[in-house]
């Protein structure tokens, strides 16, 4: 939960499940079983060498010297079951990791008929899970049958020892029997104590990893002393962008923003435009802070958003995403997320305004109706217009749209724009958008290529300007109906 996108981008879901799943379920079974056989033989292991020790020293001490024997292959054989535990793990997490990556594309997978070749992708997983297994359970089994040939082989030379001594008369039969008897119960516990030994390291080499996960450090941190933003105004959030350039962790040679700066007045709508790639998304996640800035500052009425909390930074802000999120749980409830105190009431009047109630009323159980994992069960357009309700329903200073309007269609799309204009009065709003029919009704443009602002202004301004601007809307005027400059 407290892991930045940079965890999320090198490690995969499947993989972090399998931690939370089977090697938890390996600790609870160990410690299930293996603490109780454990304390049993404990207590037969010392009850049995006290009552040896009582009934013939000199033979014991020989004993405990050859114990040594015995005790130094189970230490050693007992890393490496734990070394091949902890790869064990890590393969069946691999496997949970791809086949968790393909059920969640499975109409890709059957739409290209790659069936056969990711079931035999998951097989070699599989495999080499297995293949791993079995070079574990071997060497659990070495450790096991090294510690029960090297007890029963000492205890047998120790009562050879004794049998001679009961034939020079220096010991009688009976205490020779005796001391059988408790050689047996003691070589016994220490097998046993062997074995719970190996199950004991393979949950050690599952809890190795589970700390890992635990002891990760998000680079993106709380403040020690976390400013208080201003009292909110009436007219939003001032958003200032001072010299900021980024360059993504994993592609750290190629900034993704250089050298960016804008200030945002409240209450202002500002369009930001562009082609794929520009950076567009990029700066709706540095104003999230999902990632900080190698150079610049990024403020938040005037606070640095590194001196907020993240929960009061993203309290602030409203997102709809490109990418729209629908959880497995009714249409209330999902748009409620963006606000969970929020009252029925408020969350109808969230719907209307997103142009969602319509649809939703007619879903079989309106408002109660669930949607399916990942909002399955809704067209693409209808999860935009969820995710617009949701972000409307936090009533955020500031409010980002990133291509919320995409999948919609023009009445939808009429509809909405209609709804974000109103949305818009009392706040800041930055919209990417492509359309220009959204675009032109924004205070100001800046379009954005290569991770730079390379024109700013209003509609009619930038199409005076006769560059990027004017281009793309030249081409297209082409195919929408013309809109007066
Ligand atoms: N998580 C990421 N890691 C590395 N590079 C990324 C990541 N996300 C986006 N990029 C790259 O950063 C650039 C800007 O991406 P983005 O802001 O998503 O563009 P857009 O303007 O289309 O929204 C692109 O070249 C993209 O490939
Ligand atoms: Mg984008």
Redesign the pocket.
Known sequence: MRQS?EFF?TTRTGEVLSRLTTDTTLIQTVVGTSISLALRNTLLFFGGLVMLFVTSPRLTSIILGLLVLVVLPIVLFGRRVRKLSRDSQDRIADASAVAGEILNAMPTVQAFTREGHESSRFGTEVEGAFSTAMRRIRARATLTMLAIVLVFGSIVFVLWLGAHAVLQGTMTGGDLGQFILYAGIVAGSVGALSEVMGDAQRAAGATERLLELLGAQSEIQDPLQPKALPARTENGARVTLDDVTFA????LD?A?LSHLALDIRPGETVAVV??????????F?LLLRFYDPQSGSILLDGVDVRDLSLQTLRGAVGIVP?DTVIFSLDAMENIRYGRPDASDDEVIAAARMAAAHDFIERLPQGYSSFLGERGVRLSGGQRQRIAIARALLKNPPLLLL?EATSALDAESERLVQRALEAAMVGRTTII?AHRLATVQRADRIIV?DE?KIVESGTHAELIALRGVYANLAALQFQTHAPVAA
Not at 248 to 251: A, D, Q, V
Not at 274 to 283: D, F, N, V
Request: net charge negative; glycine share 16%; proline share 12%.
């Open positions: 996108p981008e993504y962790p994993s592609r190629e993704a562009g082609p794929s790639g520009a950076g567009k998304t990029t700066l996640q490109q990133d990417i954005l991770g």
